[in-house]
């Protein structure tokens, strides 16, 4: 197998855990970002691309006060933060975000509360000291993830992640670094808000209702 | 203001005298030293009819605004606290009942003088209070780990340095860390 097939091996699996840990140490330093590797994926992302992140659980974030959580970056060093990309279509967005909204039966429905925009290279550009030089502190791909409300439908195409690089040495401890990555990616992505409301002229605020109303309830 | 204290001033006849007549035969010599008397001042607010002075008013609107941040965090956790695991339907852990009771306790040792605090908690369950000021952003993370484990961060703005020390409640490092790095209230022996 080439480079590229193997890593989109890698991003393609959905059983793989940890993909954060796994991929540093397959493909260290942001190999595979030189290869599309999401399943239907129109390219990979480029440094100018514009990406979107949403946040939808209440622990993220606090409405009454518009404080945002660090613990909202969290997964960009376990399976990947989820990022949408500018390019993606209102038909592309709506798949997204009905994927995000869903939620098993009986419980709590969700809606997107904050949408951040930024561009892929501020996240590339990002650096970190490990053994005693400068490297990338995140990669960002265009993985596409499998749907669950329609499984049989392919991917939506416009969906990316970010990982970490998790590169950290004593005296920082593991826990100590993800706190540094929570903040760095708070202080990267926070820097500038989309209202919800009039984002892709109302799309998402449809969608939220859609969901409140029980539309996106997984059926198992 | 000024209306609170023309409200006060009519009550006060009806409140010391019950609205009773004064008997004539009090006496003149009564009546004389009465009227070269000031009126005796009353401690207004040891009587059990009086409304709350301006500056009791004053007092208690201050500590409720600075106490309401914390209320508000204490709601936050409390709510989050009844979340069952998967809660997210993506395999959320449920939050863990000593780390959370740990959080709101800590809640009510913070003075106005702190920064607000944003409760939350994590998919894994723990209880986190971040702190962001001007000048660093700090937190402080309560697990359950075979007994309550703290976790304690600061990284100043602008910054890739950050500081961090974990231990249980009861290690001299913890409440040290506490006091002079996040400049926070520090744990009574009794915490956990």
């Not at chain 2, 007092?59 to 009844?82: C, D, I, N, Q, W």
Request: charged letters at 25%; proline letters at 5%.
């Amino acid at each position: 197998m080439t480079s590229c097939e193997l890593c989109r091996a890698l991003f393609n699996d959905s059983n793989q855990k940890n993909l954060a840990a796994v991929a540093e140490q397959q493909f260290p330093n942001c190999h595979c970002e030189q290869f599309s590797v999401g399943e239907g994926s129109p390219s990979r992302v480029h440094d100018d691309e514009i990406l979107y992140r949403m946040l939808t659980d209440p622990i993220d974030l606090d409405q009454d006060t518009g404080q945002i959580a660090r613990e909202a970056f969290a997964q960009a060093y376990k399976d990947g933060l989820s990022i949408v990309r500018e390019r993606a279509t209102d038909a592309e967005m709506e798949a997204v975000v009905r994927e995000v909204l869903s939620v098993k039966p009986n419980k709590e429905r969700r809606t997107i509360r904050a949408i951040f925009e930024f561009r892929c290279l501020t996240i590339r550009d990002e650096r970190c000291v490990f053994q005693g030089s400068q490297h990338k502190a995140f990669c960002v791909y265009d993985q596409t993830v499998s749907r669950i409300l329609e499984p049989n439908e392919p991917p939506v195409a416009t969906h990316g992640t970010i990982l970490s690089r998790r590169l950290f040495e004593p005296p920082t401890t593991k826990r100590q670094f993800q706190s540094d990555c929570n903040d760095t990616l708070h202080r990267i992505i926070t820097a500038r808000s989309v209202d919800v409301t009039t984002f892709r002229n109302g799309l998402v605020a449809t969608l939220n209702a859609r969901s409140l109303a029980g539309e996106f309830i997984r059926a198992v | 203001m000024t209306s609170t204290a023309v409200q006060f001033y009519e009550q006060e006849p009806a409140a010391t005298t019950g609205g009773r007549r004064r008997p004539i035969s009090a006496g003149l010599a009564g009546l004389a030293l009465l009227m070269n008397t000031a009126t005796p001042a009353i401690d207004n607010s040891k009587t059990p009819t009086a409304r709350p002075g301006i500056e009791q008013n004053k007092t208690s609107e201050r500590r409720r605004r600075y106490r309401a941040p914390v209320e508000h965090g204490m709601a936050r956790l409390k709510r989050f606290a009844k979340y069952k695991a998967d809660w997210d339907s993506r395999g959320a852990a449920a939050p863990m009942s000593l780390a959370i009771n740990a959080a709101l306790r800590y809640l009510t040792f913070l003075q106005s003088w702190h920064p607000n605090p944003l409760a939350t908690i994590s998919r894994d369950g723990e209880a986190i209070l971040e702190f962001d000021d001007n000048d660093a952003f700090s937190s402080i993370r309560f697990r359950d780990d075979h007994g309550l484990i703290v976790e304690l961060y600061r990284r100043p703005k602008g910054s890739q340095q950050s500081l961090y020390e974990e231990g249980s409640a009861r290690d001299a490092s913890i409440n040290e860390f506490i006091r002079d790095q996040l400049k926070l209230p520090t744990l009574p022996h009794d915490f956990v």
